[in-house]
């Protein structure tokens, strides 16, 4: 009679065994890729020293006191362009008229906790940008096992992880924590639980505007969970009053700015006090020229630009959003509706953004980023082992030029 226990055990034993290096893999890659991102950054900015602790202390050898050449290896290198805002914010709060009101509060107010606990602020920028990426690589895994077959779940997080534009989920930015919250309302839509999907959506749109596009996925499996009828649809409604939520996130920061700020321009028609509630007036201190166009117009503005006045900005952005959309195009197929919508809209909304006759596509690869579905959906596309050496190998290599452009500050992320 023990036999058979003893057996089960052993069996029990031998299936956790192989599990547990399993389990430290995905870490693993975490952590690895952690360290390479920071040691890169380190020596770039060794090679062209940009803020004022990279110019007054060299990276080597080592030098005292310690916490300052830590500062100057560690956290000085990300210092670059929207972190610099992110550190302001995180150090003096948000004031009225200096474009602070541009950017979403989720993300520099989770990283003032630690920064009251005494971290450096960009340290704690890092901390909750790095432990969110730790935790959407996770979760992006459970989404992943809905659509994939075991063999394509880890080439699928590397297709995304490796991705150029995915550099700056690394970085102080709002990318890391926007996509964990994105990916756990798309998986808690699948398993239907709606009020944690919706809820995450609302943090998604606390973080950044682009939160708002979740209630499309969300609002599309409901109703197809009610089979598209409206009985069954009506007999749903706590589960539709849910919805509300995702909205309710983006408008309590506007409401929060408009009451606390006065963010909104006197005197301005309709369509410009729309446009003021869902994207700061001040915003042009960050971004002087900022606005929607029809794509078409951008891209004829962007193209002509690449022509006659040629520069890294336009040819990169460019160059990136084509091959995203191209990789939107290819894994439309594979993809569920709710995902298609979810992930056209993000592109719509991209190529829609004009940031200014200098850079007209400011910022497009790292927000096409945000459509995460593509990468599940890509990944079958890649069926052989050569297809994949080669898409990781180049991706990477990618993924460390834009780090470089950026570090640089030859590119507008």
């Given amino acids: 009679m023990d036999s058979p226990k003893g057996i089960n055990w052993l069996s029990a034993s031998s299936k956790a065994a192989e599990a547990w290096p399993r389990a430290w893999q995905l870490p693993a890659i975490w952590l690895v890729w952690r360290l390479l991102s920071s040691l890169f950054a380190a020596f770039i900015s060794n090679l062209i020293p940009l803020t004022r602790l990279e110019k007054e202390i060299p990276l080597l050898p080592p030098s005292l006191p310690t916490s300052a050449w830590l500062e100057r290896a560690l956290l000085a290198p990300w210092m670059r362009w929207d972190s610099l805002w992110f550190t302001r914010i995180v150090t003096q709060g948000y004031q009225v008229n200096d474009g602070t009101t541009l950017f979403h509060p989720l993300y520099p107010w989770l990283a003032t906790i630690p920064y009251r606990l005494g971290l450096h602020p960009t340290l704690s920028l890092l901390l909750v940008s790095t432990t969110a990426l730790l935790l959407l690589l996770y979760f992006y895994e459970k989404l992943a096992r809905q659509d994939l077959q075991p063999s394509e779940v880890r080439f699928s997080t590397l297709l995304f992880l490796l991705c150029p534009p995915a550099f700056i989920l690394f970085a102080p930015y709002t990318e890391s924590l926007f996509l964990l919250l994105a990916v756990l309302c ?6 239907k639980s709606w009020w944690l999907a919706c ?4 943090l998604a749109a606390l973080t950044r505007q682009q939160g708002v596009l979740l209630a499309i996925p969300v609002a599309w499996e409901l109703w197809d969970s009610t089979q598209h009828k409206l009985p069954h649809a009506a007999k749903n409604w706590k589960n539709w009053l849910a919805l509300g939520l ?5 408008l309590a920061w506007s409401i929060y700015r408009l009451a606390i700020f006065d963010d909104l321009q006197p005197g301005t028609n309709l369509f410009q006090r729309f446009y003021a509630l869902l994207i700061s007036p001040s915003g042009t201190q960050v971004v002087p020229v900022h606005g929607l166009r029809w794509p078409w117009q951008i891209i004829d503005q962007a193209v002509s630009q690449l022509i006659h006045t040629p520069n890294w900005d336009v040819a990169v952005n460019l160059a990136l959003g084509a091959g995203l959309l191209l990789l939107l195009a290819a894994a439309w197929p594979r993809l569920r509706w709710s995902d298609r919508l979810y992930s056209l809209a993000v592109a719509i909304l991209s190529i829609s953004f004009y940031t200014g006759p200098e850079h ?6 790292r927000h096409l980023l945000l459509a995460v579905p593509v990468f599940i959906g890509a990944a079958p596309l890649f069926n052989r082992p050569w297809k994949r050496l080669l898409i990781i190998a180049s991706s990477t290599a990618g993924w460390f030029f834009m780090l470089t452009l950026f ?4 590119w507008v992320p």
């Avoid at 995702?246 to 983006?250: H, Q, V």
């Fill in 186 to 191: 798309l998986l808690w839509t699948r398993q």
């Fill in 199 to 202: 809820l995450a959506g609302g």
């Fill in 246 to 250: 995702i909205p309710a996130g983006f």
């Fill in 360 to 365: 007209p596509y400011m910022g497009m690869p």
């Fill in 407 to 410: 570090m640089l500050e030859a």
